[in-house]
């Protein structure tokens, strides 16, 4: 079944303990992106990919940390968390360069920095 | 970069009713223009594009137009059901040049109402 698989789905954790969300695609896709949403705010890019070894920053990157060594792995990494990360995030993957076609959603995970 | 502002934040309709949600974006490269729904603790999905060569795009009871001039498009619900109840997300992005990713709005909450 072609999908986006994140991990954990739910976390809470204590300020500054580093900590990585996983998203793994199995459709090929190059292009993969990381989002955060919050009420009222809707959907703000992080960081992106448009292949491996290639990233860059969204419109919301501060205190988070992307790699793409894999083509179907795409990892967010938060090195020292604050409160102000407490969010709803998903990871999502598309067949074509910079996300054009359509955006395939993970699950999304619910983080909250206490 | 690129800013869309989305409007109305809620909306409120009878069933069978049609619903309007109108989006503006700022940058005039932008090419592409995809609507997400989201229904109430899921993922985002994919419900329509449309690129900025066509005004209007149309699948069953909804269409998407786009006025390139004015810089703004709008996604068109008819015959409203309740399972058309959900948040709704323009975005939009220049495909196949630039190194952005899709910039979303904050969203409509679409309300049925029996």
């Known amino acids: 079944e072609a999908q986006v698989t994140q991990n954990p789905r739910y976390l809470i954790t204590v300020t500054g303990k580093k900590l990585t969300v996983t998203c793994s695609q199995n459709m090929n896709h190059e292009y993969m992106s990381w989002y955060r949403q919050d009420p009222g705010l809707g959907l703000r890019q992080i960081y992106y990919s448009m292949n491996v070894e290639v990233t860059d920053k969204g419109d919301v990157p501060e205190g988070y940390k992307v790699s793409r060594k894999e083509k179907r792995n795409f990892p967010l990494i938060l090195e020292s968390p604050s409160p102000n990360q407490t969010s709803l995030y998903f990871c999502?993957?598309?067949?074509?360069?910079?996300?054009?076609?359509?955006?395939?959603f993970g699950p999304g995970t619910r983080l909250t920095v206490l | 970069g690129e800013n869309v502002e989305q409007h109305p934040s809620t909306l409120s309709v009878q069933e069978g009713d049609s619903a309007v949600i109108k989006c503006t974006y700022s940058?005039?490269?932008?090419?592409?223009f995809p609507w997400y729904k989201q229904e109430l603790g899921k993922r985002p999905q994919l419900i329509i594009d449309i690129r900025s060569n066509v005004g209007e795009k149309k699948d069953q009871r909804i269409a998407v137009t786009l006025n390139k001039t004015a810089k703004h498009f709008s996604l068109h619900i008819t015959e409203t059901q309740p399972e058309d109840s959900a948040v709704y997300f323009c975005a939009a992005t220049l495909a196949g040049g630039g190194a952005d990713g899709l910039t979303f709005g904050k969203g409509t909450h679409l309300i049925i109402q029996p």
């Open positions: 999502a993957s598309s067949l074509f360069v910079q996300g054009i076609g359509e955006q395939f």
């Open positions: 940058d005039s490269a932008s090419n592409y």
